[in-house]
C-alpha cells in the first residue's frame, strides 16, 4: 500500500490510499478519487517530500495531520463498535430471559398466537420467507442481527 498526498483543481489536500503507484495513476486518470470536500474529481498527486530515516532513534515521529475523513472514520468505528456491544447485551438477555425454540420458532409462534401454547417470550430460527408469513398472520417478529461470539 502506498499513501500519496491528493490535490484537486479548488486547492484542497488530502490524503488517499492505494495499492501501488500504477493503481493510484489508474484511479486518479479515471477521476474516481473525488475530493472529499468539495467532491471535485479533477484531482491529482500533490508534490511529496521524501521521508529520510536517521539513525537517531530518539527523535519524535513526524505529526501527520489528520485528513478531512479521519475523525468521521474514527466516529463510524466507536458507532459499530457500541451497536455490537448493544447487540451482544441484547443476545444476552434474550438468551437468559427468553424460551430457545430452534428451528420450531414459526410453529412455536403461532401456536402461541392463536392460544394453543403458553404465551412466553420465545426466539429461534426462520427464515426470510417464514418470518414475512407471520408477520402477515399479524405476529409481530423481529429479525436480529447476531454478532459472532468471541472466546
Known amino acids: 500500500m502506498i499513501l500519496y498526498d491528493l490535490v484537486c483543481d479548488q486547492d484542497h489536500t488530502f490524503e488517499s490510499w492505494f495499492r501501488n503507484s500504477a493503481a493510484a495513476e489508474k484511479v486518479l486518470k ?11 474529481a479533477q484531482v491529482r498527486k500533490a508534490p511529496m517530500a521524501p521521508r529520510i530515516s536517521t539513525r537517531d532513534t530518539d527523535a519524535a515521529p ?13 466516529d463510524m468505528a466507536e458507532a459499530m463498535q457500541k451497536a455490537t456491544a ?29 392460544g394453543e401454547a403458553q404465551d412466553r417470550p420465545i426466539y429461534g430460527d426462520a427464515t426470510p420467507e417464514q418470518a414475512k408469513a407471520l408477520t402477515e398472520e399479524g405476529i409481530k417478529v423481529a429479525a436480529i442481527p447476531w454478532p459472532k461470539r468471541r472466546n
Open 30 to 40: 479515471a477521476h474516481q478519487s473525488p475530493c472529499p470536500v468539495c467532491g471535485s
Open 86 to 114: 448493544a447487540l451482544a447485551d441484547l443476545r444476552e438477555t434474550i438468551e437468559k430471559t427468553f424460551d430457545h425454540v430452534g428451528e420450531k420458532f414459526p410453529e412455536e409462534a403461532r401456536r402461541i398466537h392463536y
Open 62 to 74: 513526524p505529526q501527520v495531520q489528520p485528513g478531512p475523513l479521519q475523525q468521521p472514520l474514527q
